[in-house]
């Protein structure tokens, strides 16, 4: 118990997250219903990948991504028919698009309005949040910043009478601005950037080693459950088995400790 005492004293400097979904990066929207246009019409005769956003982000070496969210719409009031997005990834040394690290077209995925504005001659406008999973995990190899681009996969041009997809701008500003090719092959600065949410790959199981509920994940947690499974009170009414195993002993703690060290849940 003695060395379990000092891992815990030696955390104290440094209070680590909860080990629960992750989130690596985000840029919140703005209130709209549209944005940069990004598309790729796969229809026959349709328009082709005419558009796409990049915006940059800081990756740090080993972080997996597995989900994300973000935000756009379809400037007119009907939504449009979205079959997917594209999802890629490219580095971003020197602050130019790099090499493409990732390419998947993912076909599920949530789209929920979270803004309307009614606009008389046009109709209702809504912006959508959406997200998803990604279909494998893009690991990032090196820290340092990265570019993501989202495409929505919807018809255009041809017989096709769907409607343009724009991703909303962000409400905040991670310099350089996101960058726009519209029927060229060639980026253009933008003084903007589009709303997006990085989450980490799952990694296991999740549990919440805040066992205290005082909103930290640190010494006083250990010093809580040292309590409650030496038969003190228990006021947050946690489950003192945190390894799971059935028994509420010593092992909860060593396990707690891991968590609390930054380490995987039970
Ligand atoms: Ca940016
Ligand atoms: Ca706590
Ligand atoms: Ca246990």
Do not use: K
């Not at 919440?208 to 409650?228: R, S």
């Amino acid at each position: 118990m003695r060395r379990t005492t000092l891992a815990v004293l030696a955390l104290s400097a440094c209070l680590v997250p909860a080990a629960v979904a992750q989130e690596l990066w985000r840029q919140n929207p703005v209130n709209s219903f549209g944005g940069l246009s990004a598309q790729d019409a796969r229809n026959p005769g349709g328009l082709g990948w005419f558009s796409e956003v990049v915006d940059n982000f800081e990756g740090q070496a080993g972080s997996s991504i597995g989900s994300i969210e973000f935000w756009g719409g379809y400037a007119q009031d009907a939504r449009g028919n979205t079959h997917g997005f594209m999802i890629r990834f490219y580095d971003g040394a020197d602050g130019q698009v790099g090499t493409l690290l990732s390419t998947q077209d993912v076909f599920t995925f949530t789209e929920v309005e979270y803004y309307n504005t009614t606009i008389p001659p046009i109709g209702i406008l809504r912006g959508y949040h959406y997200t998803l999973d990604l279909a494998s995990p893009v690991t990032i190899p090196s820290t340092g910043q990265y570019w993501i681009s989202i495409t929505a996969i919807l018809d255009r041009g041809g017989t096709a009478t769907e409607p343009q997809w724009g991703w909303v701008a962000s409400s905040t500003f991670n310099s350089p601005g996101c960058m726009q090719r519209f029927f060229s092959p060639n980026f253009t600065q933008q003084s903007q950037d589009v709303a997006f949410v990085l989450h980490a790959a799952d990694s296991g199981p999740s549990c919440d080693p805040d066992v205290n509920q005082d909103g930290n994940a640190d010494q006083d947690d250990f010093a809580y459950l040292t309590n409650v499974i030496g038969g003190g009170e228990n006021p947050t009414g946690i489950d003192p088995d945190f390894n799971q195993d059935g028994n509420a002993d010593q092992d909860d703690l060593a396990s707690l400790v891991d968590v609390l060290a930054g380490g995987p849940c039970p």
